[in-house]
């Protein structure tokens, strides 16, 4: 793992660092890799085979770098394994994720979620009842991700309307996964806009990205608008 590490170090890019530490606040031990290089690394890492090796060492222990995390991720989500497998191998990586970064590279690269949505639904469960801020972050982007169509919309809006974290990054990816409900799922997603339990920041931060889409008409704009709390 030191020579890995070494190879991370060498991929920096100081500009990238100072921009992606600003997104990051809190964030102190990010390298600066754009994400398109990881991806290239973690690619490397699945097709020469040596995920098990790099796997059973990367998690034994915390990261050092936000990289070395949102690495792990990215060959989790390449893997063509049992999914039962990999289920074992998320439980170990879930509760080390520190930012939303490191969150949200990670969802995008489950794909495995879309052909097991049964299996991995009740697995997310664990998440969606935790009072880890990131951790329920995890459930919630995964959600919104791979849980919005007709099979699952009303489970999914369900959820998100029960989410309680005072966490400003659950907060802001509930009112994210709403806008997106909206877009694939308007009417269901408008019901549950006109009659909620959400708290007054995550309500009207997701009026407010669904106003943002260029894929919301402009009479649900308005709409929305009108729909505001003060």
Same mark, same amino acid.
């Given at each position: 793992?030191?020579?890995?590490?070494?190879?991370?170090?060498?991929?920096?890019?100081?500009?990238?660092?100072?921009?992606?530490?600003?997104?990051?606040?809190?964030? *102190?031990?990010?390298?600066?890799?754009?994400?398109?290089?990881?991806?290239?690394?973690?690619?490397?890492? %699945?097709?020469? !085979?040596?995920?098990?090796?790099?796997?059973?060492?990367?998690?034994?222990?915390? +990261?050092?770098?936000?990289?070395?995390?949102?690495?792990? !991720?990215?060959?989790? !989500?390449?893997?063509?394994?049992?999914?039962?497998?990999?289920?074992?191998?998320?439980?170990?990586? %879930?509760?080390?994720?520190?930012?939303?970064?490191?969150?949200?590279? *990670?969802?995008?690269?489950?794909?495995?979620?879309? &052909?097991?949505?049964?299996?991995?639904?009740? +697995?997310?469960?664990?998440?969606?009842?935790?009072?880890?801020?990131?951790?329920?972050?995890?459930?919630?982007?995964?959600?919104?991700?791979?849980?919005?169509?007709?099979?699952?919309?009303?489970? *999914?809006?369900?959820?998100?309307?029960?989410?309680?974290?005072?966490?400003?990054?659950? &907060?802001?990816?509930?009112?994210?996964?709403?806008?997106?409900?909206?877009?694939?799922?308007?009417?269901?997603?408008?019901?549950?806009?006109?009659?909620?339990?959400?708290?007054?920041? *995550?309500?009207?931060?997701?009026?407010?990205?669904?106003?943002?889409? +260029?894929?919301?008409?402009?009479?649900?704009?308005?709409?929305?608008?009108?729909?505001?709390?003060?």
């Amino acid at each position: 793992m030191q020579a890995l590490r070494e190879r991370l170090l060498s991929l920096q890019d100081k500009k990238y660092q100072k921009f992606h530490s600003d997104l990051c606040p809190g964030t *102190t031990n990010i390298i600066g890799i754009r994400i398109p290089v990881l991806r290239q690394l973690a690619s490397e890492i %699945v097709r020469q !085979g040596e995920y098990p090796d790099y796997l059973q060492q990367a998690l034994q222990k915390p +990261f050092h770098y936000s990289e070395e995390a949102t690495l792990c !991720g990215m060959v989790l !989500g390449l893997l063509k394994i049992d999914f039962i497998k990999l289920l074992e191998y998320l439980k170990l990586f %879930v509760p080390r994720i520190d930012n939303w970064s490191v969150c949200d590279v *990670t969802c995008s690269s489950l794909k495995a979620f879309r &052909k097991n949505q049964q299996q991995g639904r009740r +697995f997310l469960q664990h998440y969606l009842d935790s009072h880890n801020e990131y951790e329920l972050r995890f459930a919630v982007v995964m959600l919104m991700n791979y849980y919005n169509d007709d099979a699952y919309i009303d489970d *999914t809006l369900k959820e998100l309307n029960a989410v309680r974290h005072e966490g400003y990054y659950v &907060k802001m990816a509930v009112a994210w996964a709403l806008s997106l409900c909206f877009i694939k799922q308007r009417d269901k997603t408008m019901k549950l806009f006109q009659n909620n339990t959400l708290d007054d920041f *995550t309500y009207n931060k997701a009026l407010q990205k669904c106003r943002e889409s +260029f894929r919301v008409s402009d009479g649900d704009k308005a709409l929305l608008q009108s729909m505001k709390r003060k």
